[in-house]
């Protein structure tokens, strides 16, 4: 991994030993990783990261949200009922709304069931891509908002998720503590992506 993402890795690993949660790291094969770059053509920071920090059970856990990363070996289930059906059949129908070959789900929020995903389309200068959440419409059409600029800046974000909670008692999911969480939170954001700032995900 590279310096960035090593840091924001290492942040967020320390945080749940600090907080006394649970978390299971691994190390992705070179051959698995291999599959998942021809399948899905995840970027090159990304296979990085599966290679070194493979999170087999990692989940965070703040007052307004709970993300779960998506391991390797269950990176292709991850992608049904999003980019396919249970049927195994594609979703990507190349119809504006719809899910997008390029969309590539690495995470999921256990409270809400909405997808984190890379955009492999729009690939950055350091092997990385921005990271996507999205939230199904009424009329069954995909609405995104910018998570984090890179993968890497998505792993920092959830690590100063993790961290600031660590302030709000059990941080289980409450509504009282939501308006307070993402006021602190939104400026330990700016200071590392204002664009997902702006996007207002996250406040």
Do not use: N
């Not at 310096?3 to 320390?14: F, G, H, M």
């Not at 709970?66 to 990507?92: I, N, P, T, W």
């Not at 921005?130 to 920092?156: C, D, I, N, R």
Request: net charge negative.
């Amino acid at each position: 991994m590279d310096s960035d993402l090593r840091e924001a890795v290492d942040l967020l690993r320390a945080v749940f030993e600090r907080r006394k949660l649970k978390s299971q790291w691994g190390t992705a094969s070179a051959e698995a990783i291999a599959e998942l770059k021809k399948e899905f053509r995840i970027p090159a920071r990304y296979r990085a990261f599966l290679a070194a920090a493979d999170p087999i059970e990692v989940e965070t856990v703040t007052p307004v949200e709970r993300v779960r990363l998506l391991s390797s070996e269950k990176l292709r289930e991850g992608q049904v009922g999003f980019a396919v059906g249970e049927d195994g059949a594609s979703k990507v129908t190349g119809k504006e709304g719809d899910w997008k070959k390029s969309w590539v789900v690495v995470a999921t929020s256990s409270l809400f069931g909405d997808p984190y995903f890379l955009d492999v389309a729009k690939l950055d200068a350091e092997g990385d891509c921005p990271v996507y959440v999205g939230q199904k419409t009424e009329k069954g059409t995909w609405k995104t908002t910018l998570a984090a600029s890179s993968f890497a800046s998505f792993v920092h974000i959830l690590a100063m998720s993790m961290d600031l909670a660590a302030g709000f008692g059990e941080a289980a999911f409450d509504e009282g503590d939501d308006e307070a969480f993402r006021e602190a939170l939104e400026p330990r954001i700016k200071a590392v992506d204002p664009a997902a700032v702006r996007a207002k995900h996250w406040s």
